[in-house]
């Protein structure tokens, strides 16, 4: 599976921004994704995910109310909607998938800065 992710920027505090991220190889849907993000001087941390069938999401705390995963099985996309954005949300953006339990499958990355 190759992920390819898009649509990152710049934006002001309290602006919207949303990011995608493109499937191909293996792009059967039976894969959960999520998207995680690498902030300047912090380790990568999860954002959010969805499952498979698309009937749950789970979120990081710190992004619960402003942001939103979902995903288009006849695209195999998967989104992130980001609303309220904090200079602290400034971050390189992965997409990835998971197989078999891991996170196995990732993306490129794409930048979002915040500006305050």
């Known amino acids: 599976v190759q992920l390819q992710a898009s649509g990152g920027g710049l934006v002001q505090s309290g602006g919207s921004l949303s990011v995608s991220c493109a499937a191909s190889?293996?792009?059967?849907?039976?894969?959960?994704m999520g998207w995680f993000r690498h902030c300047p001087g912090r380790e990568r941390e999860f954002v959010a995910a969805?499952?498979?069938?698309?009937?749950?999401?789970n979120y990081a705390d710190f992004v619960k109310g402003r942001f939103t995963i979902s995903r288009d099985y006849a695209k195999n996309a998967v989104y992130l909607q980001m609303n309220s954005l904090k200079p602290e949300d400034t971050a390189v953006y992965y997409c990835?998938?998971?197989?078999?339990?891991?996170?196995?499958?990732w993306g490129q990355g794409t930048l979002v800065t915040v500006s305050s």
């Open positions: 990835a998938a998971k197989y078999g339990g891991s996170w196995l499958y």
């Open positions: 190889g293996r792009t059967g849907s039976a894969y959960d």
């Open positions: 969805i499952s498979w069938h698309g009937g749950s999401t």
